[in-house]
């Protein structure tokens, strides 16, 4: 194999994988609040739902097609909120670097075409289906 540079980094695909290794705690799952109404005979929660007790935190995240739950004080809430947060936006960074990379992607591949003189630059962009109704039925 003919050995040829590596290829110049994109500057967003660079910066985007800059951001991604900026690691920091993150989680996958879902906060949830609520109040409850206790059994204590004459306690106003059993008459006022703004009497009722709370709010109480839980996670819940699946882990390998099971979904689990924990209790959480309101301060571990508060972190674990900030965590389903820069979840998310590690998520949507992934999905951004995705992007970029694939459009670096076709990129190379309009660079080889253009210098093989078969594709026009900017050419439009062809969906082929290909159709594999090649019917091998054993007779
Ligand atoms: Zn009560």
């Given at each position: 194999?003919a050995?040829s540079?590596?290829p110049?980094?994109?500057?967003?695909v660079?910066h985007?994988?800059?951001?991604l290794?900026d690691a920091?705690?993150m989680?996958?799952?879902s906060?949830?609040?609520?109040?409850?109404?206790c059994?204590?005979?004459?306690c106003a929660?059993?008459?006022?739902?703004?009497?009722?007790h709370g709010?109480?935190?839980s996670?819940?995240?699946a882990?390998?097609g099971?979904t689990h739950?924990?209790f959480l004080?309101?301060?571990?809430?508060?972190l674990?909120?900030?965590?389903?947060?820069?979840?998310?936006q590690f998520r949507?960074r992934v999905?951004?670097?995705?992007e970029a990379s694939?459009?670096w992607?076709?990129?190379?591949?309009?660079?080889?075409?253009a210098?093989?003189?078969?594709?026009?630059k900017?050419?439009s962009?062809?969906?082929?289906k290909?159709k594999?109704?090649?019917?091998s039925r054993p007779?």
């Amino acid at each position: 194999m003919a050995t040829s540079p590596p290829p110049a980094v994109p500057s967003r695909v660079r910066h985007l994988a800059t951001e991604l290794a900026d690691a920091k705690p993150m989680r996958r799952g879902s906060l949830s609040e609520r109040t409850v109404k206790c059994s204590k005979p004459g306690c106003a929660c059993a008459q006022d739902p703004k009497a009722r007790h709370g709010p109480y935190y839980s996670f819940t995240h699946a882990v390998g097609g099971k979904t689990h739950s924990r209790f959480l004080t309101t301060e571990q809430a508060a972190l674990v909120r900030q965590q389903i947060d820069a979840g998310h936006q590690f998520r949507s960074r992934v999905d951004a670097l995705w992007e970029a990379s694939e459009q670096w992607a076709d990129s190379q591949l309009t660079d080889i075409s253009a210098s093989s003189g078969e594709a026009k630059k900017g050419g439009s962009r062809r969906v082929s289906k290909t159709k594999l109704s090649r019917k091998s039925r054993p007779s």
